[in-house]
């Protein structure tokens, strides 16, 4: 089946944010709750926090237009959750860029030089700032309650299995708490679960295969002489 250069990209999208996640995951060094703690073990594993970063960094932004690809499939059934959850998810994902753009400058904390008290002290500002948790919290609920609406949107409109549906939110909602609890093993497992439930919906737009019974596939105009 002929596919559009949109479709190509909303399924490599799909596919490609979830796996370099899940390998920013398996590369990171530990998380620790405290900031000088946290720079101790980056002074330790330099590389594998920048090669963490990075990889995040790649499989966040691969995550807008994995997003928009799924508002897309909801919309042509279910608009309203469409447009409302992925307009939320994908404000939740660029705020999310932004959160890891910042380990970049944890990295350069611990470069020779540096003093490693007063590097602790300026993460851990950092870290407590009012203005800062505001914006970061904003994010972590956009993007958990927009992905709530598009996975009620995919179960509505049957545009993909109730699994990889509901698999969505479940690798949000792990993802939060693994972040927020410091542990790299259950974020790596929410990226899994990601993987599995988003890497289902990409294969399928790439290979331009039915989704579930009755579904919708990405935007993708037939001729007007379609035989019926």
Known sequence: MKRSLPQTAVGLSLVLAPLFALASSLVSPAFKGNAGAQLDVIAQH???????TLL?????????????????????????????????????????????MSQFMSWQMVAKGADHAQM???????????????????????????????????????????????????AVVVNIAG???????????SWAVLLAAMGYIGWNVLTGGVLSRGSANLPNPQPATEAR
């Open 46 to 52: 330099p590389d594998r926090w920048y090669w963490f």
């Open 56 to 100: 995040l960094l790649i499989g966040s932004i691969l995550l807008v237009p994995a997003l928009l690809g799924i508002a897309a499939l909801v919309r042509e059934r279910s608009p309203r959750l469409g447009d409302i959850g992925g307009g939320l998810a994908v404000l939740g994902a660029v705020v999310a860029i932004g959160d890891v």
């Open 179 to 189: 972040f927020s609890a410091n542990s790299n093993a259950v974020v790596a497992v």
């Open 120 to 170: 602790a002290a300026l993460l851990e500002r950092f870290d407590t700032a009012g203005g800062v948790g505001i914006v970061f919290s904003v994010g972590g609920l956009s993007i958990l309650i927009g992905t709530v609406l598009l996975t009620i949107g995919l179960i509505r409109s049957r545009v993909a299995p109730a699994w990889a549906a509901v698999g969505l939110t479940v």
